[in-house]
């Protein structure tokens, strides 16, 4: 089990629109009122925020963006500052998901920038990364994993490296119903821990929590809480009803 303290969040992705949005979060506020021991958060598509911002007001589930742009503003048709985020209620967002890097062209670069203009806004970033099934299959797992951390995750302060949520997603767990076992999760979860370490030391390797995603569903978070160094669950497609997403962040340990 772990030290730190859980982050259950939902992914929504492209899914709900305002009214529907609206809807789900007052069911989960309803369900989860009482809890204080875990982190929750929910991450809607942008036309949603501002409209659950308001509705979250209050209330112990955060608001969360699914990405970003790094500039603070300007002529760039299209994208969405992180001061707006903020403007909306948010205060975390979603960096370097798996869909955006394989559709929309991010990579650890991209990823890196998006990181440190989301903390300059006051954001918390969960910085995904993962292996390919390809890449699990020709065994570069750990190297594709150290490339994204070193990459994509350096240059932070003290401060700031002890604040940033990681998520393991392996992209081949991802929407299909197979969830990496608890052991294999846990095995590449304790080698980004070691690579933190390297990066930023012992208090910041301590504290950084590290999500797990990919197929979380109600009946297999409690054995992935299990593991020491798995801090919580990124979810899809079980964030978006209200009786699942509620049975996960309420899972037994
Ligand atoms: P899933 O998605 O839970 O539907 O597999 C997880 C994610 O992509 O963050």
């Known amino acids: ?94 960096i ?33 990364v993962g292996e390919t099934l390809q890449e699990r299959e020709q065994n570069v797992t750990f190297k594709v994993i150290e490339r994204q951390v070193n990459t994509g995750i350096e240059g932070l302060d003290e401060e700031q490296a002890k604040k940033l949520v990681i998520a393991y997603e392996p992209v081949w767990a991802i929407g299909t119903g197979k969830t990496a076992t608890p052991q294999q999760a846990e095995e590449v979860h304790a080698y980004i821990r070691k690579l933190y370490l390297k990066l930023y030391g012992n208090a910041a390797s301590d504290a950084v929590r590290i999500l797990y995603g990919g197929s979380v569903k109600p009946d297999n978070t409690s054995e992935l809480m299990k593991e020491p160094n798995i801090d919580g669950g990124l979810v899809g497609g079980a964030s978006l009803e209200v009786d699942s997403f509620t049975k996960i962040v309420k899972y037994k340990v």
């Not at 958060?41 to 742009?69: D, E, H, M």
């Not at 300007?74 to 001061?83: F, S, V």
Request: aromatic share 8%.
């Open 1 to 94: 089990m772990s030290i730190r303290k859980p982050l259950l969040a939902g992914n929504w992705k492209m899914y709900k629109n305002t009214g529907e949005a609206v809807e789900l979060v007052e069911g989960l506020k309803k369900n989860l009122g009482g809890v204080t021991d875990r982190e929750i958060l929910v991450c809607t598509p942008f036309t949603a925020l501002y409209a659950v911002g308001r509705a979250l007001k209050g209330s112990n589930i955060k608001l969360g963006a699914q990405n970003l742009f790094w500039e603070p503003k300007g002529a760039y048709t299209g994208e969405i500052a992180p001061g707006m985020l903020v403007d909306t209620g948010c205060s975390y967002a979603i």
């Open 96 to 128: 370097g998901h798996s869909e955006r890097r394989q559709y929309f062209g991010e990579n650890d670069g991209s990823v890196n920038k998006k990181m440190k203009a989301a903390f300059s806004a006051g954001l918390t970033p969960i910085v995904c």
